[in-house]
């Protein structure tokens, strides 16, 4: 197509197709929790002009991707020198889809302050994936000479292979599951566990996130006190999840039990002959 070979067009395509997928996942979670939330009002006009912004950064980004899959034409480096510099797919996904994505949740907490844990959850868990990739992630890419391990002498090259493990396990991956979590959990559990689950697992994931800046910025290195940190913040997750089952067991052995008492009409009318 247009000129690039096939091994260029497979890469591409391949590549913007992982980096949208991901993506995608986060502003279907996001654009979920705030539709749960609110029904049928409004919003407040963060969390509206939020879900605007993301939705308008997701057409972008699959606008970069599909240019740069079918074309020769790539995304330009911002902020380029001595080899560092943001590509300008990150750019634009990291200040229009992530940033509409904690602008929308941050609204949807503001709109009821004292209502729900899980929506300050939402929020607090949207800003360290904001934090983590767009932001850390930026100052590394500006920062190659420093983080690059393929550059001879990095100094921070541990640091680099840390975070290229850590943004995406934990920001992508873990931080849109533990979203959606929190949005099950809400709609399904009805048990006093529920906000203990929620409250250990934001605070395992706020624990976690900063085990891995330790990790990335300070200690580099196994076992060094970042590793201990972020195994407490492991630990708290663990228990988190454990207690959300049981929230969700619970409220179905209740729901069993209140039905065994209460038959509907039709199962519990007495037949006569």
Request: charged letters at 10%.
């Amino acid at each position: 197509m247009a000129g690039e070979s096939w091994q260029t067009l497979q890469t591409n395509l391949i590549s913007g197709h992982a980096h949208l997928m991901v993506l995608s996942v986060i502003a279907l979670v996001v654009a979920s929790i705030t539709a749960y939330f609110t029904g049928e009002e409004n919003g407040t006009r963060l969390m509206r002009f939020g879900l605007w912004w993301m939705a308008a950064g997701s057409l972008a980004v699959i606008v970069i991707y599909l240019v740069a899959g079918f074309s020769q034409v790539q995304p330009p480096v911002w902020f380029a020198h001595g080899g560092s510099g943001i590509p300008g797919d990150d750019l634009t996904s990291g200040l229009t889809l992530m940033l509409g994505a904690v602008l929308a949740l941050i609204g949807l907490g503001l709109d009821r302050l004292s209502n729900s844990t899980a929506r300050w959850g939402a929020a607090i868990l949207s800003v360290l994936t904001l934090i983590t990739v767009p932001v850390v992630g930026y100052y590394i890419e500006l920062n190659e000479n420093l983080f690059n391990h393929g550059v001879p002498g990095a100094s921070r090259s541990a640091s680099d292979a840390i975070f290229s493990w850590f943004h995406q396990d934990f920001a992508l991956f873990m931080i849109p599951g533990l979203l959606l979590l929190i949005l099950v959990l809400q709609r399904f559990a009805a048990s006093p566990q529920r906000p203990h689950a929620l409250r250990l697992l934001i605070s395992g994931s706020v624990i976690l996130f900063f085990g891995g800046m330790l990790y990335v910025f300070v200690f580099p290195h196994d076992f060094g006190a970042a590793f201990y940190v972020s195994l407490v913040g492991l630990a708290t997750l663990l228990a988190g999840l454990v207690t959300a089952i049981l929230a969700l067991v619970t409220t179905q052995e209740n729901a069993d039990t209140v039905t065994q008492a209460n038959p509907s009409p039709v199962h519990g009318k007495v037949k006569v002959s």
